[in-house]
């Protein structure tokens, strides 16, 4: 064959190998994806009406001697745990309640479980679930005015707690017994009239469990537990969590292809769904051990990871850029993790990370506690949630439609209905509710669940889950987060989504982080950009090379018109940032004690604003 011939033919050859790639290996993926999706499903439901707490006994029978948390101060094994699960179980089934009603704690009880990331909180839930009980899952960070809050909105009638944690609770425990909420203390301690003491009913308390006396769920429909919302633009709400939904979250490292054999590192809250439900009840539904912490550390994670033989690491928000902020380390290269799995891995970020320390497999997911959709992004594109392929459809249905900023509502067309988003056009992803992938809503009042649906979205009669969160498809059908619409904001006639503008910042070399959020103005319409950044360790700050960055990377209307210069971010107990305080103390110098910058326009750079430039704004002598 001529040199020329044989040259033609390895070009045709690449560009079809090019085009398969991708066309048809993204579908592959799917088909495939959605097979392995559909065993797990019916593996799971093969026995009928079961719940996690019996999962987790089948685990604990098969290998008692197996470790299932690994703590800081110990290793708690598969046998030890389920003992423990049977004591707290015996203590807790048929308890009184306080009312004088003769109520004793059974099935559909809803009880509030206040306890740290730990093996107390673990065996708690389980025990809680076995007797039929709901656990509200709260957090250890929650203060005695939220804490009331979330017993009330969850309608508890009791509260489990921690001894370690009694503190928050002991200012109100009179006014909960008289609500009717009896208050359970785990460890021993010096309690108050009205909280019993646990300890001597564990200790008297059988450590089998059997399989009959496990409570069995009539409906996998039927509420199992409430996760809180993070009440990041308001106070948290009580998401209801289906006995369904639990086992189908224990099947996700399974659907990943982790096994027995790996080992979790899970330092994520665990009064949330990526903590408990993802985390530790996927690390039962593979039969593995869970290394867990109660708060991450960047700078010992590596070296925890490679002491504890690590192989699977949950992430979630910016744990990822932590790490990489962090000086190199031998460790960082002489790991085994193979897997990394979680959510809100920016595409920069994710390159990064596997470039310094891989060779590792990351996957992208999309879900809310609350929501009945969920993405993967098991094809491995950075920086994309999911695909949105009919085959992937088949497994979560889901639709991105057009949203307006402005208004804060999807818009319609002249029949009323919505408008699905062209490729690279953001949106609003919207899920349907059908007896397949039901939205249980919230506990409470029926309007805060029915807020959060659409109705006659493209049909009469129908009716969809909104996520609240943009999304946007690319040409090759993968899907990718944009924003949050309370996030979101119009200036200048023109849609600003934060996380953009978060992401053009953060590639300036002085900046470590960045909480980007619109802000009122007197005398202006809309909002107008602002950015709480924090500087590397070492580094100042120049206004002009800031602004050159800036309007470099993104359009005029995208400029943020203030920077707030802060030591630190406030986060939720999910790494989310609560820019929601940001916005609402705004940009007046006499309201905000720390450093402010003005974008100068004249000047081209940002430059220290005090007072008089603040009054220049408000009159309009000063243009934004």
Not at 106 to 121: D, E, I, K, S, Y
Not at 284 to 307: M, N, P, Q, T
Request: charged share 20%.
């Amino acid at each position: 064959m001529a040199p020329w011939l044989a040259l033609l033919v390895a070009l045709a050859a690449a560009a079809l190998a090019l085009r398969w790639r991708r066309r048809w290996a993204p579908l592959c993926a799917d088909a495939a994806f959605v097979v392995r999706a559909a065993r797990c499903r019916r593996r799971l439901l093969r026995g009928g009406g079961r719940s996690l707490a019996a999962r987790f006994l089948e685990e604990a029978r098969k290998a008692p001697r197996k470790p299932f948390l690994r703590l800081r101060d110990g290793t708690v094994r598969y046998g030890e745990a389920a003992r423990t699960v049977a004591r707290m179980a015996a203590a807790l089934r048929g308890r009184p309640l306080p009312g004088g009603g003769g109520e004793r704690l059974g099935p559909r009880v809803a009880v509030g479980l206040l306890a740290r990331n730990g093996a107390a909180f673990v065996c708690a839930w389980l025990a809680l679930i076995a007797v039929g009980a709901r656990p509200a899952l709260l957090g250890a960070q929650l203060r005695t005015a939220a804490l009331r809050h979330c017993v009330r909105e969850s309608a508890a009638r009791a509260l489990l707690v921690e001894s370690e944690l009694f503190g928050v609770v002991e200012p109100i425990v009179a006014e909960l017994r008289e609500a009717g909420v009896a208050v359970w203390v785990m460890g021993a301690g010096r309690n108050p009239a009205g909280a019993e003491d646990l300890s001597e009913a564990l200790e008297a308390a059988p450590e089998e469990l059997g399989a009959e006396d496990v409570w069995r769920p009539p409906d996998m429909g039927e509420t199992a537990l409430y996760i809180f919302t993070s009440g990041t633009t308001g106070l948290p709400k009580a998401a209801r969590v289906s006995h369904l939904k639990a086992l189908l979250c224990s099947a996700f490292y399974q659907l990943l292809g982790a096994d027995s054999s790996d080992v979790l590192y899970i330092a994520l809250p665990l009064h949330h769904m990526a903590g408990a439900l993802l985390g530790v009840a996927g690390c039962i539904g593979i039969g593995a051990s869970c290394v867990l912490r109660d708060k991450f550390s960047a700078s010992h994670f590596w070296d925890e990871c490679c002491a504890e033989g690590v192989t699977v690491f949950q992430y979630i928000g910016e744990l990822c850029r932590y790490l990489l902020n962090q000086p190199q380390r031998p460790a960082e290269r002489q790991h085994r993790v193979r897997l990394a799995v979680g959510s809100g891995m920016r595409a920069d970020v994710w390159r990064s990370f596997v470039r310094r320390f891989g060779p590792l497999r990351v996957v992208e997911t999309y879900g809310l506690s609350e929501g009945n959709v969920t993405l993967l992004n098991y094809s491995g594109a950075p920086g994309a949630v999911g695909r949105s392929s009919f085959i992937y459809k088949l497994f979560s249905p889901f639709e991105i439609v057009r949203y307006d900023t402005e208004s804060g509502a999807a818009l319609r067309d002249e029949g009323g209905r919505c408008i699905r988003v062209r490729p690279g056009e953001p949106g609003l992803l919207i899920a349907p509710v059908t007896p397949r992938t039901p939205f249980l809503g919230y506990a409470g009042r029926p309007e805060l669940s029915e807020q959060k649906l659409l109705r006659g979205v493209f049909a009469e009669g129908d009716t969809f889950f909104s996520t609240g969160d943009l999304m946007e498809e690319d040409s090759d059908g993968f899907v990718r987060f944009c924003d949050r619409t309370g996030d979101t904001f119009r200036w200048k006639g023109e849609n600003v989504a934060t996380t953009e503008v978060a992401e053009a910042l953060l590639a300036h070399a002085a900046l470590q982080d960045a909480a980007v959020y619109g802000v009122t103005v007197p005398g202006h319409e809309g909002r107008a950009g602002m950015a709480a950044v924090v500087l590397r360790p070492g580094w100042e700050l120049d206004g002009a090379e800031l602004f050159r960055h800036v309007a470099a990377a993104l359009p005029p209307y995208a400029w943020p018109r203030f920077i707030r210069l802060q030591e630190r971010l406030a986060l939720t107990p999910t790494f989310k940032q609560r820019k929601a305080l940001l916005a609402q103390e705004g940009c007046d110098p006499s309201r905000v004690a720390a450093p402010l910058l003005l974008l100068d326009l004249p000047a081209a750079a940002y430059v220290p604003m005090g007072p008089a430039l603040w009054d220049g704004v408000v009159a309009g002598r000063i243009r934004l």
